[in-house]
């Protein structure tokens, strides 16, 4: 069986409920994933928007995620230690929600989960969302993605 992502807020390919956004109260979604193989040591979940005027905009990586644990829920603390969670590029530690500029479209927010070949990825304190990508996509044995589509 293959590895599913979903959120119990949006569908994959539906809108981001405004909650989530910098329009709203700008918290992380609920998620959940099903279907990791044999193997899986951790979870990375990571969110980018490719349609961002400068390119690739990292919005969340949280990472370090326990292989018995198979979900975060909403409005997860950026203050929280445990799972580690990136820098964002707001720069901001933690999630920074679906922010595009005014007319600019409708944006693809794809969130992504890693199962993860190792117990931790190796990264220092001040990982940046792309570093949490680069070293979870090494590690990776599955991934799952759920987008989300938002503009303003």
Excluded at 36 to 47: E, K, L, Y
Excluded at 103 to 130: I, K, M, N, Q, W
Aim: aromatic share 10%; net charge neutral; hydrophobic share 35%.
């Amino acid at each position: 069986m293959a590895m599913q992502l979903t959120s119990a807020s949006f569908r994959d390919g539906g809108e981001i409920p405004k909650p989530f956004t910098c329009d709203g109260s700008d918290q992380s979604p609920p998620l959940a994933w099903s279907g990791a193989p044999p193997g899986t040591r951790s979870f990375a979940v990571v969110c980018r928007d490719p349609d961002a005027p400068a390119g690739v905009w990292y919005h969340w990586a949280i990472f370090d995620i326990p292989a018995q644990i198979s979900q975060i829920a909403q409005g997860h603390s950026p203050d929280s230690n445990a799972p580690r969670q990136a820098i964002n590029d707001f720069g901001r530690r933690g999630y920074g929600g679906p922010c595009p500029p005014h007319g600019h479209g409708r944006h693809h927010y794809s969130f992504t989960v890693y199962a993860l070949s190792v117990e931790r990825l190796d990264l220092p304190a001040g990982a940046r969302c792309v570093e949490v990508e680069r070293a979870a996509r090494a590690h990776a044995i599955a991934n799952a993605q759920l987008t989300g589509i938002y503009a303003r």
